[in-house]
T-cell receptor, first 113, second 109 residues
Framework: NAGVMQNPRHLVRRRGQEARLRCSPM?????VYWYRQLPEEGLKFMVY????????ESGMPKERFSAEFPKEGPSILRIQQVVRGDSAAYFC???????????FGQGTRLTVV | KNEVEQSPQNLTAQEGEFITINCSYS?????LHWLQQHPGGGIVSLFM???GKKKHGRLIATINIQEKHSSLHITASHPRDSAVYIC???????????FGTGTSLTVIP
């Protein structure tokens, strides 16, 4: 049973480009959470999704950021028109039940140049 | 003000020492997690607690709900324990997790 898989591990984007971060939850997990870790800062909650539904996106910036978790395929965190301040590590976690013990992926380190 | 405070921020220990990392929080919670993050690496969930005490190998986690406090202990510390240890709480209401800023532990051989 593979763990939570995130890809890519490292992503470099120029300002103004789009970044797509993927997260495949553990088998049998239908709850996905995205977190952001800015340099020298702690983790911050962004969004909680269940299959095909956004349950809570209160931690997500209102503009340029979106997330989805389709019926088939991985969860996607999409950042449009990236800016330098978006440079961070983005972690995904999944759990079998809502807010059960969550398992984390290795993260995607986004660098905006 | 951060809902979760950890202490110390940085900790250096000699191999074999007993280590304690503390976490205090200001909201009512339904669960508390201890996470481990290695430099440049991913995050591993060590414990999820809602009461009492849990032990896994050399790691022990305790929580006092009334005092809104949890501790993570490492017995017989080893250089491979060097990592950032993060406390996270799930409040009684809402879907958010609140995270501490982490305790950076270095164990010297």
């Amino acid at each position: 049973n593979a763990g939570v898989m995130q890809n890519p591990r490292h992503l470099v984007r120029r300002r103004g480009q789009e970044a797509r971060l993927r997260c495949s939850p553990m088998k049998g997990h239908s709850h996905v959470y995205w977190y952001r870790q800015l340099p020298e800062e702690g983790l911050k909650f962004m969004v909680y999704l269940q299959k095909e539904n956004i349950i809570d996106e209160s931690g997500m910036p209102k503009e340029r950021f979106s997330a989805e978790f389709p019926k088939e395929g991985p969860s996607i965190l999409r950042i449009q028109q990236v800016v330098r301040g978006d440079s961070a590590a983005y972690f995904c976690a999944s759990s079998p039940q809502p807010w059960d013990e969550a398992f984390f992926g290795q993260g995607t380190r986004l660098t905006v140049v | 003000k951060n809902e979760v405070e950890q202490s110390p921020q940085n900790l250096t220990a000699q191999e074999g020492e007993f280590i304690t990392i503390n976490c205090s929080y200001s909201v009512g919670i339904s669960a508390l997690h201890w996470l481990q993050q290695h430099p440049g690496g991913g995050i591993v969930s060590l414990f999820m607690l809602s009461s009492g005490k849990k032990k896994h190998g050399r790691l022990i986690a305790t929580i006092n709900i009334q005092e809104k406090h949890s501790s993570l202990h490492i017995t017989a510390s080893h250089p491979r324990d060097s990592a950032v240890y993060i406390c996270a709480v799930r409040p009684n209401t809402g879907n958010q997790f609140y995270f501490g800023t982490g305790t950076s532990l270095t164990v010297i051989p």
